[in-house]
């Protein structure tokens, strides 16, 4: 359970980070961050394996590439969810989910087990 909120703690921080530094990223305050982060999560939970299923001809051909597509769609469905939340275009929605997506991954391996056993 302390995993799951220091990695949702870590989403609403990065959320912080990308309205501070990345034009067309803007988040108000951090309650707005907060709700912000849950909508990603069920928005990721629900909506995205249907649109991954759906487009992943097109994540195979482009090598990917599309996969960082599907996720800026999906940061710009959140900002028109969660008032106070905006995303101004393609190009923010894009750097913000390559820096969403090497944040989730730095994450992922700083928290998997090496799969050798702890005697």
Do not use: E
Request: net charge positive.
């Amino acid at each position: 359970m302390a995993k799951i909120l220091l990695h949702f703690a870590i989403v609403v921080g990065t959320f912080l980070l990308l309205a501070r530094y990345l034009p067309g990223f803007y988040v108000p305050d951090i309650g707005t961050a907060i709700l912000a982060a849950l909508v990603l999560g069920l928005v990721n939970a629900t909506i995205a394996p249907v649109l991954t299923f759906l487009s992943f001809p097109l994540i195979v051909v482009s090598l990917g590439v599309f996969w960082f597509v599907l996720n800026a769609a999906l940061l710009i469905l959140v900002a028109f969810i969660v008032p106070g939340f905006a995303i101004n275009g393609w190009a923010p929605a894009l750097i913000g989910a390559v820096i969403l997506a090497a944040v989730n991954l730095v994450w992922k391996r700083a928290t998997a087990s090496s799969g050798k056993s702890r005697d």
